[in-house]
């Protein structure tokens, strides 16, 4: 079982709707992050979590400690956020490494 | 400022070749992380270094090695490649160098690796 899953995998929806991606985890973390990519490969950094809830524009991340989850949230969704979104997770302790899901693949189509 | 920046971005090696990626984090970051992300897979990760020494390594061969220079730009060397090493090779950047550290950190567009 991988230490880290998102659901779901891939998601379709039509601009404007309101959009939720899962992420579960199975171990201690320092932090949580939230990131996108898109098809030239590049990762951006949307979020780094550890606890509460950020806003940043149409873009909300939560997280919850103690069931182990992160909820990542795109208010009024448009073409333009279709991408992969990657949770990932830092380890408490050694190196600076990030354990990441699989991803969520975002289509939103006009 | 500039971000973090790869080369190169795209490359085609054959079997049993040997191939050297480069990474410059942003200026003032003295971490620097590899990872590998296989098509329709997460990163994983490969290598951490944090003031030109080895903080972390991931479950890879002696086949993949790295270094970080004095001016914590780093390189990522694979000998003796295989079919299942055509990945995107991903560098990230940040100041701090622990897992506790709160620090951001910053990926670059990444090296596209292709081997035939």
């Known amino acids: 079982k991988n230490e880290v899953e998102q659901s779901p995998q891939n998601l379709t929806a039509q601009e404007g709707e309101f959009i939720t991606i899962n992420c579960s985890y199975s171990?201690?973390?320092?932090?949580l992050h939230w990131l996108q990519q898109h098809p030239g490969g590049g990762i951006v950094s949307l979020f780094m979590?550890?606890?509460g809830k950020k806003k940043h524009g149409r873009l909300i991340a939560t997280i919850n400690i103690q069931e182990k989850h992160s909820s990542l949230h795109i208010t009024a969704s448009h073409p333009r956020d279709s991408a992969v979104y990657i949770c990932a997770v830092r380890r408490p302790q050694g190196a600076q490494k990030l354990v990441f899901g699989q991803g969520t693949r975002l289509t939103i189509n006009p | 400022d500039a971000g973090v920046t790869q080369s190169p971005t795209h490359l085609i090696k054959t079997r049993g070749q040997h191939v050297t990626l480069r990474c410059s984090p942003i200026?003032?970051?003295?971490?620097v992380s590899w990872y590998q992300q296989v098509l329709g897979q997460g990163p994983q990760f490969i290598f951490q270094y944090y003031e030109k020494e080895e903080r972390g390594r991931g479950n890879f061969p002696d086949r993949f090695s790295a270094r970080q220079f004095p001016n914590y730009s780093s390189e990522l060397n694979v000998n003796a490649l295989l079919l299942g090493d055509s990945a995107l090779y991903l560098c990230?950047?940040?100041?701090?160098?622990?897992?506790?550290?709160?620090?951001?950190?910053?990926f670059g567009e990444g090296s596209w690796l292709t081997v035939v």
């Open positions: 171990v201690g973390i320092s932090a």
């Open positions: 990230a950047s940040s100041l701090g160098g622990t897992a506790s550290s709160g620090n951001t950190i910053y």
């Open positions: 200026s003032g970051h003295k971490s």
């Open positions: 979590l550890s606890s």
